[in-house]
């Protein structure tokens, strides 16, 4: 699910855009260390290896190994469930010998403080008024809080004045003096949440204001101020007219404004990483500590970019919390080891969020005022050793029963990169470390989920289970429980009108418009892939209540879904676009949901059921193309009502449920090639009408039926250029190898720090290269029946593995391209199943032979079990055991 939040323009990486990298082919198994370096690919990669040069020169080795070898080395999850950083990053302050934490008995790093002087005050009698005043409300922590003006000269750094013109300015704060004093300068001390970047500081005397200071570009929370010479007066005002933009909003935060210039002194911090997004419980063990209660604060990001102070993100500021961005712990004089658990160390003091999803790790010798004395931000702090207790999926080689190699080494880098991506967010649903916005639910309390990241949104929505969970039957079937568990609770919690929740965000009430149709398409997906007919059986009637009751209420006379029947004008959807009216993504989807539910209706026996929902779907698609086609751009149109505009989920759909005819399918292709092509992927919107910056936005949820429309019309080439833009550059930026949940202008994190780096909707690439690159796919539910129908393109071979309730099945295939072009297939097929394989080329072109025997000469078939559908000789029939097949270019 993207994130619940204004859509807008995001900031760029510090990463300049890299141009696209040569690709490199995969070494036959049993090559060496040294053969291995030299082909550009690391014998044991480091963590890390996602952020190294791409561009290295290609292998002349192109041989594919033993099907079953060479796959291995491209797993990314960690060894154990306890992982421990591979590199110092940073170290500033005093702090002595950074690289202890790296090895278990490496010795110790000890960072000092010493206590720092009182801070200067103003005389008794100083008062301060502000030009707007942010209301009072409960704070973060569920406390009276107040955002005056008196608490910039109040001594206590722990409250704020806060304005009430967000993103408006200027905005002033005026100290006045009991009488004239001398003034040197003075001292801003503003506020994690975001600090005044411009402001001047003017002072009284003379019956007049004069300029004492200017302060440009400020990114700090201490600021001093010196006064060019020092003067005489009796007021002093600070005029901002810039602030940081934080997901907190763009006011104007000072905590403290002091008397005197006083230069800060560096807290001592050291930053690790743990080489690629991980999640867990932080672990640090201290070895001693100074008698006065030393602070630590610890931050946490998926990109160095994000990383200051504080975290890119917690659910203790998501939910207002008592975080303050990071997690804290004061240590005894004794030491100890310990683990980061939700809640607080003393009383209520010390507040640690727990879980965390992140890359790097910052550990600061600081303490909050408001922990005081609990914790103090001096004294002497040794630190021993640094890990994390790894929580999700963890996918070892021992683990997968489903894997992906061919000859291209960046596609074989995006698949396992997608599989970590989602063993990332399989997770157990946990009370401590769910979405903080009223998601827990005892339903699921305790049962294996996919959450949408591992950083955030921890609560499973429906519609990203439409990639995950594809993404997780294909590596690790033996947890499809994890997606049953969310179909199943969101169908208990179906609505009387049979609308069913996408999550279990704001007690099951979150407004979407398209989720109930995901719902029904993840549906049949679980049962397709593991055969549960009892899972088909117990929520047929919920299927029944939101295709035959809910969907009707809100469509219109012409037979197409119109939001903004039925008091529906304030649902969202996947992206909370404000779309109104017949939109095309969500008719196309309601297409394929019909589809999808008639197939389930079939598979239980409920024909009645079926022919409704197909000849309803039928009468969808032709109101569709009837009504939501433009044929002056050749695609189809966004919504059929506002500016004209035109998206990728819409028309990629169109292509995949079946709704555009080739003709069309061919022109809307063409036609989001044309206009939404970037550097980093296709954008979903051809133009920015339904907000600014939205033909630069790239979710890769969307791009996965583009992709695989790609690959079903015959353009597997432009399938594989989509694919390397897309993850070739979430791989080669920071923090490499999971996959975004969004791409923003200039290739950015689209909404800055908040931007989930591991996002299971982004794992399409995954299904697109096992189901239409390598080709092998089920038809029928538990793989009863299978299609291989290849789609090459560039890729010299292939082979896998797909896990089956009947045991594995099992594709490789090599394309050679000589002088005669062949291409060689072998399926081992899992007892208990049939299915078919489809040969790419021209029928008139091929001969296609089984050994010895010819089964297609060009004409004329062989036998029953060939002939040409869809533009392909078919060989169907085969049933289990192993079969190989030649297919030949003639003249």
């Known amino acids: 699910m993207t994130a619940s939040r204004p859509a807008g323009n995001a900031g760029t990486t510090g990463d300049a855009p890299a141009a696209g990298p040569a690709r490199r082919t995969v070494l036959a198994a049993g090559a060496g260390a040294a053969a291995l370096t030299a082909a550009g690919l690391p014998a044991a990669p480091p963590a890390s290896a996602a952020q190294t040069d791409r561009a290295a020169a290609p292998s002349t080795a192109t041989r594919p190994p033993r099907p079953g070898s060479g796959w291995q080395r491209y797993v990314q999850a960690p060894s154990s469930r306890s992982v421990r950083p591979v590199r110092i990053v940073t170290s500033r302050g005093d702090v002595t010998r950074p690289e202890a934490l790296l090895k278990a008995g490496g010795g110790v790093t000890v960072l000092r403080r010493p206590r720092p002087a009182p801070a200067p005050r103003w005389p008794e009698g100083t008062t301060a008024q502000a030009s707007s005043t942010h209301a009072g409300n409960n704070g973060g922590d569920g406390q009276p809080r107040t955002y005056d003006a008196s608490h910039t000269v109040d001594g206590d750094p722990d409250t704020f004045w806060n304005d009430d013109t967000q993103g408006a300015f200027p905005d002033v704060l005026t100290l006045t003096l009991p009488a004239e004093q001398p003034l040197s300068g003075i001292t801003v001390v503003s506020h994690p949440d975001g600090v005044p970047t411009d402001f001047t500081v003017d002072v009284w005397y003379d019956d007049a204001w004069h300029r004492a200071a200017t302060c440009s570009d400020n990114d700090v929370i201490h600021r001093p101020v010196p006064f060019s010479t020092p003067l005489r007066a009796s007021r002093v005002r600070l005029t901002v007219t810039g602030v940081q933009d934080t997901p907190q909003g763009a006011f104007t935060r000072v905590s403290e404004v002091w008397p005197e210039a006083v230069d800060a002194v560096e807290p001592p911090s050291v930053t690790v990483d743990f080489g690629k997004v991980v999640v867990g419980h932080p672990r640090i063990r201290f070895a ?111 683990t997968y029963r489903g894997w992906f190699l061919c000859s291209d080494d960046d596609l074989n880098r995006y698949w396992y990169g997608a599989s970590y991506t989602n063993e990332l967010v399989t997770d157990v649903f946990r009370r401590d470390d769910v979405d903080p916005r009223d998601a827990w639910s005892a339903s699921l309390e305790g049962r294996l989920v996919l959450h949408d990241g591992p950083k955030r949104d921890r609560d499973p929505y429906v519609g990203d289970l439409a990639v995950s969970a594809r993404t997780l039957y294909l590596t690790h079937d033996d947890a499809a429980e994890a997606a049953r568990n969310v179909l199943a609770d969101l169908a208990d919690h179906q609505r009387a009108d049979g609308w069913i929740p996408p999550a279990s965000i704001n007690g099951y009430t979150l407004p979407l418009f398209d989720y109930p149709l995901w719902w029904v398409t993840c549906g049949w997906d679980y049962v397709l892939y593991t055969g549960d007919r009892a899972y088909a059986t117990r929520y047929h009637p919920h299927l029944l209540k939101v295709l035959d009751t809910w969907y009707p209420s809100v469509t219109d006379d012409a037979g197409l879904l119109s939001k903004g029947l039925a008091n529906t004008g304030g649902y969202g959807d996947y992206a909370f676009l404000g779309r109104t009216g017949r939109v095309t993504y969500y008719n196309v989807n309601y297409v394929q949901a019909l589809r999808d539910g008639a197939r389930l209706a079939r598979f239980l026996g409920h024909d009645e059921d079926a022919e409704r929902w197909e000849e309803r779907a039928t009468k969808v698609a032709a109101a569709v193309n009837a009504l939501l086609w433009d044929e002056a751009a050749g695609a189809y149109l966004d919504s059929g009502t506002g500016p004209v505009r035109h998206a990728q989920d819409g028309n990629a759909i169109a292509v995949t449920a079946g709704v555009a005819g080739s003709q069309r399918a061919a022109s809307a292709l063409a036609h989001l090639d044309a206009t939404t092509r970037r550097p980093y992927g296709n954008a979903f919107m051809d133009n920015d009408t339904i907000f600014d910056g939205a033909s630069q936005r790239v979710y890769a949820f969307t791009s996965y039926p583009e992709i695989v429309a790609r690959f079903e019309t015959h353009r597997a080439d432009s399938a594989l250029d989509q694919i390397r833009r897309t993850y070739g550059w979430m791989d080669r930026h920071d923090p490499g190898i999971t996959h975004w949940e969004g791409i923003g202008p200039d290739g950015s994190p689209y909404e800055d720090a908040y931007t989930s780096m591991a996002h299971g909707w982004s794992t399409g690439v995954l299904p697109a290269l096992t189901h239409q690159l390598l080709g092998a796919r089920p038809l029928s539910p538990g793989y009863a029946t299978w299609l291989v129908r290849p789609n090459p393109g560039d890729v010299e071979w292939a082979q896998g593995r797909l896990p089956t309730p009947h045991g594995p099945l099992t594709v490789a295939w090599e394309h050679a391209r000589s002088a005669r072009p062949a291409f060689s297939v072998t399926v081992q097929v899992p007892h208990g199943t049939r299915g078919a394989l489809a040969l790419p080329g021209e029928p008139g072109r091929l001969r296609v032979r089984r050994g010895r025997r010819t089964l297609w000469d060009g004409r004329r078939a062989s036998g029953d079990d060939v002939r040409v559908t869809d533009g392909r000789v078919e060989i169907s029939a085969l049933g289990g055991g192993t079969h190989s097949f030649t297919a030949e270019r003639g003249d």
Not at 332 to 340: E, S, Y
Not at 371 to 383: C, S
């Open 288 to 398: 001693a500590a100074s008698d006065d209660s030393p602070g630590v604060r610890v931050a946490f990001s998926e990109t160095l970019q994000f990383l200051t102070d504080r975290s890119d993100f917690t659910r203790s500021d998501q939910a207002g919390g008592a975080g303050r961005g990071t997690d804290q712990f004061a240590v005894p004089a004794k030491g100890a080891d310990w683990l980061d658990r939700k809640g607080f160390q003393a009383g209520d003091k010390v507040f640690a969020d727990g879980l965390h999803g992140f890359r790097y790790l910052k550990i600061t010798l600081d303490a909050l005022a408001s922990d005081a004395p609990a914790a103090q931000p001096w004294g002497t702090v040794e630190i021993d050793a640094v890990s994390l207790e790894f929580t999700a999926y963890l996918g070892t080689p021992g």
